[in-house]
């Protein structure tokens, strides 16, 4: 029988080269760039056993050991592969769910809808209106933004570069969502004012840009990533509103469980309008302001509604049970 000692010296380049191994692995999990692993693991598992049978020190057998146990953890861990679920969720189980939430969905679309369009039209017929909702220095903000002498419509003061912008954007994107969601924990009332809260900003905006001649310059821009946009602020509203169906009517079901319940939907629906919200913001800041016609951004934002449509009312529906 070999001598530990001898064995050792033997197999302690290996060792080292398996240690360095399992050190990269555990930092980064990296596995594609290290192609020898598999053989390495297969031989330290040889020499663990030799080891064991030939009544090495106990010491010798369990640093063995550990090595084992380590490359095992990295050689079969689970690894989750994160963009195929992403896709297979938006595939799928996202328009599954907000067609289970259909009521609530057309509920906010009245709550956001209704406020803008009655906003909209007051505002375009008396501008000075804008000012119960919005502050003096804010308007004039809106004005330089929207000004069709502005070579970079719809750029904040806070955002001097498209990168800027796009990071404006989202800030301000997710806000409102969680707003919407969270209000929903408040018997509802959160979700309900924050949608039509929005709703006349939105349409306060609207009408004053439009009013003042502006219009041309404001539909041009925001037509692009609207569709996106809105329906994800709908989105968000309806999961607000699972909560407070959850605690307003639960039905049969004690209050808390079926808060768990809805809150499960409702974080399917929020992870899906993010995406959504994330999309817009990307099309808002490097695409939306850009030199383009603006019958091309017009065009686009049209197909925008026409694929949102066709993806609610029937992706997914194959396995739709």
């Not at 302690?12 to 692993?37: I, P, Q, T």
């Not at 709550?111 to 308007?139: H, I």
């Not at 569709?227 to 959850?246: F, N, V």
Request: charged share 20%.
């Amino acid at each position: 029988m070999i001598p530990q000692s001898q064995f050792e010296r033997e197999q302690a380049a290996l060792w080292r080269a398996y240690r360095n191994a399992l050190d990269v692995l555990e930092r980064s999990g990296r596995a594609g760039k290290l192609h020898s692993f598999p053989r390495q693991f297969q031989r330290i598992c040889t020499h663990y056993a030799l080891a064991r049978s030939r009544g090495y020190s106990p010491g010798l057998v369990e640093a063995l050991s550990d090595l084992v146990q380590r490359g095992y953890r990295q050689l079969y861990r689970k690894r989750i592969p994160w963009l195929a679920t992403t896709l297979d969720f938006l595939r799928g189980e996202f328009p599954r769910t907000l067609r289970r939430h259909r009521n609530l969905f057309y509920l906010s679309a009245a709550l956001l809808f209704g406020p803008l369009l009655a906003m909209g039209w007051a505002t375009y017929e008396n501008g000075t209106l804008v000012y119960s909702l919005l502050e003096a220095d804010q308007v004039a903000e809106l004005e330089s933004m929207y000004d069709p002498a502005n070579r970079e419509p719809g750029r904040p003061r806070e955002a001097d570069t498209d990168f800027a912008q796009f990071g404006f954007y989202i800030l301000n994107n997710v806000r409102i969502a969680f707003q919407l969601f969270a209000g929903g924990l408040f018997l509802g009332l959160g979700s309900l004012f924050f949608l039509s809260f929005n709703g006349l900003v939105f349409g306060a905006v609207a009408g004053y840009l439009t009013q003042l001649g502006y219009g041309e310059s404001f539909w041009t821009f925001v037509s692009s990533h609207a569709p996106l946009e809105l329906t994800a602020i709908l989105i968000a509203g309806t999961a607000g509103l699972l909560l407070a169906r959850a605690l307003l009517a639960p039905g049969r079901r004690r209050r808390l469980h079926a808060l768990q319940a809805n809150a499960r939907e409702g974080v399917k629906l929020i992870v899906g309008a993010m995406v959504m919200l994330i999309l817009a913001a990307l099309i808002e800041a490097f695409w939306s302001g850009s030199p383009l016609p603006k019958a091309l951004k017009l065009g686009f934002g049209l197909l925008w509604w026409v694929l949102l449509l066709l993806y609610f009312s029937r992706a997914g529906r194959p396995d739709e049970g």
